[in-house]
């Protein structure tokens, strides 16, 4: 085969390579660009037919809706707080008891491991009951308290830390930190916690966007509308006689941005954290 031959094929699959990620792009962005032209579009052109592929004028009367019947700022401050704090909770507890799994032997570690992964089967909807009784027993109804500290610690989070540890942290270090008289949350501190920065981004991601999201928990906990978060507060944009889509969607398109902003911060420890140790020396 030659040369000639040889470079064809491969300019034909670098081709077909790059229009199926154009294409998956497209497919990915077009929810997010659809929304936004929704928000900029008076009720009546959402429902004409076809309806508006273009930017309308209407994005700050929309959006003025949206401030004038619900409290958005109020409820945009409520699920930042819950969702930073419930985050950098699940960063500290989440990576300590990785470290742990990862590096240390105790009795019964296995056997704990899995009683963790085991509780990742089980569908959170099945907690909701037993929770709501242990928040209404701590007098936490209508309080952030009930949705950041149930959040503070996650399976998955444990899973993944302590995947991520035990492929990059070498226990040849562990140990030598150990002779030299480290204290264990010293060894964690000093050596585990820069190398896992991008473990710690990856799923700084998920929870933020897990809590960020989040709708049934806070509807069962959180009954006055000074306490809503935004998930909560947008169900208040819904008439049942007049539904203008324009201000629903204007109120979620920019109920979204916070968790792009947070998404491109983090992007570049995301896809790092993702590729470390694919390519081996």
């Given at each position: 085969m030659s040369e000639k031959t040889v470079s064809n094929k491969l300019s034909i699959s670098k081709f077909f390579v790059y229009a199926l990620l154009v294409i998956a792009s497209f497919l990915s962005v077009f929810p997010l660009y659809w929304m936004f032209v929704m928000a900029t579009n008076h009720n009546s052109a959402i429902n004409s037919v076809p309806p508006a592929f273009i930017p309308g004028s209407e994005l700050v009367t929309n959006f003025t809706n949206v401030i004038n019947t619900i409290d958005f700022w109020g409820a945009i401050m409520n699920s930042l707080i819950v969702s930073v704090v419930a985050t950098i909770g699940v960063l500290f507890l989440c990576s300590l008891a990785g470290f742990a799994f990862a590096?240390?032997?105790?009795?019964?570690?296995?056997?704990?491991?899995?009683?963790?992964?085991?509780?990742?089967?089980?569908?959170?909807?099945?907690?909701?009951?037993?929770?709501?009784?242990?928040?209404?027993?701590?007098?936490?109804?209508?309080?952030?308290?009930?949705?950041?500290?149930?959040?503070?610690?996650?399976a998955f989070g444990i899973f993944w830390m302590r995947q991520y540890i035990s492929s990059n942290v070498p226990n040849e270090l562990v140990d030598a930190a150990k002779i030299d008289g480290c204290s264990n949350f010293r060894i964690y501190w000093n050596i585990a916690v820069p190398v896992i920065i991008p473990a710690f981004a990856t799923l700084a991601i998920i929870k933020f966007m897990y809590v960020w999201n989040d709708f049934l928990w806070p509807l069962i906990v959180l009954r006055d509308e000074s306490s809503f978060t935004i998930q909560v507060a947008l169900r208040g944009l819904i008439d049942n006689y007049v539904r203008d889509?324009?201000?629903?969607?204007?109120?979620?398109?920019?109920?979204?941005?916070p968790l792009i902003v947070i998404f491109l911060l983090l992007n570049k420890l995301f896809i790092q954290s993702l590729t470390e140790g694919a390519v081996k020396s």
């Open positions: 590096k240390f032997e105790f009795k019964g570690k296995n056997v704990l491991f899995l009683a963790i992964l085991v509780t990742m089967t089980i569908p959170p909807q099945l907690g909701l009951i037993p929770q709501y009784i242990i928040i209404s027993k701590l007098d936490w109804l209508n309080d952030l308290k009930a949705i950041i500290v149930p959040g503070l610690i996650d889509n324009g201000m629903i969607l204007s109120g979620t398109f920019w109920a979204t941005v």
